[in-house]
């Protein structure tokens, strides 16, 4: 296996400069969407199937009782324990070598599955139209730039980012430097904290928060749903193996009822005679 | 997306090279390398490896060679006859020879030293290069603290190679690297680095669509160009001669576009 990377995203770095959402956009050659004004600078109220990542601008009163103006770039977290993953029933989603996670779309049949169990709400459905005029589904998401990582380069996302609020390297060092940082910020920003939730099994994306994760709209402790880990960690294998059970059955009656029928009209035959 | 046209094969030839090459350059005694750097000789485009005084042990070079051979023939098993000859043509004269000719870089040297022995014309100067290339870098190395710039026209400061390779790094400060020597030296943005052209009105930069990472710049004064890579893009940076043969689509591009690896001022009387 590569090593293993980690984005780190510092949101007390980010001024907020969108450059992120517009390299992602570029690499990926995703099409604009007109979007109506949500009375903030903020341009989506979340990511879409063609913005993979969006820049929250949030205002905070902080414990001081002053106006905190924070932002966070937000995307797909990569979890090493990934709900999406689990739901998928055409296996459809899988980890690479770098621990990101990604959509094989000739595979998606566009359920929605992944959609309503992402803990983090970054995946979505885009509609298509083949050329009957009918219309078919595909989740779309970040990708974490796997196609740049294949070739030793780092996230666009990461390689815009002007105020070096992002990073993208090795886990372990990552992590280090997240921890470091929330100490040097403590003064500033009490509640800052990492962010590296351990109920997904850690995340891809690993970040410094200036405050609770609940002000960024995030959940204190993302869960895989218990439903998903029934379904991907029993039901399925236990559905494989009934349908096993009953190919075998059907498979086993056929044989049996040929060497049955085959003795009955061997019977029959000397009947004839 | 791909990021070189170059074989994986051959990039880990080049690897296997290069390994070979950090190897031994351990091996060399450090005080067998002694500049004797001259400022003004060097302000005029001297290279400081000509400056230097090198004790370069024959018996190290030969055992180099066989050991070139040995991986060449490993790697190409229909080399090993071709190689085979090389060593028993090298005495103590032939190698000084060899290195002082391959320091200058004399191709009709070696092609006439390979037609006299019936060698691949290749073969001589690619051995005598990739042996010689340790020392140079050693030099490069205990005197890099004295290189900060060159001089436009004058190649690599420390051994002359033509300046064909930049990397940026940090904030976007330019950095040339030599991909022989792997010297580095610091270098204005919007420079040419053949003619010293700065002028922004006739530098101008070629890209490759879906090449994020990498830039031609090249001169409209004296049709030269230099390969601009972001290395900050990079996860984990290669050395700067891997990254000279990875951009070879570079060079071809820049070079049918009628721009040349030298550039040259036309003189008119």
Redesign the interface.
């Given at each position: 296996m590569a090593t293993e990377?980690v984005k780190f995203v510092d949101v007390t770095k980010c001024d907020g400069c969108r450059a992120c959402m517009v390299a992602c956009k570029n690499?990926n050659d995703l099409p604009a969407e007109q979007q109506d004004f949500l009375g903030s600078a903020q341009s989506h109220a979340k990511t879409t199937a063609d913005t993979w990542n969006v820049l929250q601008y949030i205002e905070h009163e902080n414990s001081k009782g002053k106006l905190d103006y924070l932002f966070r770039h937000s995307a797909c977290f990569h979890c090493t324990d990934a709900a999406c993953e689990k739901v998928c029933p055409e296996n459809a989603i899988s980890y690479t070598d770098f621990g990101t996670v990604v959509i094989d779309h000739e595979k998606c049949v566009g359920c929605g599955y992944c959609v309503n169990n992402c803990p983090f709400e970054v995946i979505s459905l885009k509609e298509y139209v083949d050329k009957n005029g009918d219309k078919y589904r595909k989740a779309h998401k970040c990708t974490m730039c796997t196609?740049?990582?294949e070739?030793?380069?780092?996230p666009?996302c990461v390689?815009t980012c002007h105020t070096g609020a992002m990073e993208?390297g090795d886990k372990a060092a990552m992590i280090k430097k997240a921890e470091e940082r929330v100490k040097q910020i403590k003064d500033r920003y009490p509640n800052a904290m990492v962010y590296n939730p351990k109920g997904v099994g850690g995340t891809h994306t690993v970040y410094v928060l200036a405050e609770k994760p609940s002000v960024y709209g995030l959940p204190e402790n993302p869960k895989v749903p218990t439903s998903a880990v029934l379904w991907k960690d029993y039901a399925q294998p236990l559905g494989k193996m009934m349908i096993g059970a009953t190919t075998m059955g059907v498979i086993g009656m056929f044989i049996s009822s040929r060497i049955i029928n085959k003795g009955k009209q061997d019977e029959g035959g000397d009947s004839h005679e | 997306?791909?990021?070189t046209i170059v074989s994986k094969e051959y990039q880990n030839l080049q690897k296997d090279i290069i390994a070979l090459q950090e190897n031994w350059k351990k091996s060399i005694n450090p005080d067998s390398i002694n500049p004797e750097l001259d400022k003004a000789a060097m302000s005029a485009g001297v290279p400081a490896a000509a400056l230097t005084s090198i004790n370069f042990e024959i018996s190290l070079f030969l055992q180099w060679i066989e050991e070139i051979n040995v991986l060449l023939s490993k790697n190409n098993p229909e080399l090993e006859p071709k190689l085979a000859g090389v060593i028993t043509l090298l005495n103590e004269e032939t190698v000084i020879r060899w290195i002082d000719e391959a320091f200058s870089f004399n191709s009709v040297y070696f092609a006439s030293f390979a037609q006299e022995n019936g060698l691949d014309e290749w073969i001589p100067q690619f051995l005598a290069e990739t042996a010689l290339r340790p020392y140079l870098q050693l030099t490069a190395e205990k005197i890099q603290h004295e290189v900060t710039h060159a001089i436009p026209g004058a190649g690599c400061p420390v051994c002359g190679e033509p300046a064909r390779l930049a990397v940026l790094e940090d904030e976007g400060k330019k950095v040339m690297t030599c991909p022989r020597c792997l010297a580095r030296w610091h270098a204005k943005r919007i420079e040419c680095a053949h003619c010293g052209n700065d002028d922004h009105n006739s530098i101008q930069f070629i890209t490759i669509e879906g090449d994020?990472?990498n830039q031609i710049q090249v001169c409209e004064k004296c049709t030269g160009y230099i390969k601009v890579i972001?290395t900050?893009?990079?996860?984990?940076k290669p050395s700067a001669s891997m990254l000279d043969l990875n951009s070879i689509h570079l060079d071809f591009v820049a070079q049918e576009q009628g721009y040349q690896a030298v550039g040259e001022i036309k003189q008119t009387y």
């Open positions: 990377y690499w196609d740049r990582l070739e030793g380069l780092q666009a390689t993208f | 997306m791909k990021k994020s990472s972001d900050r893009q990079y996860l984990s």
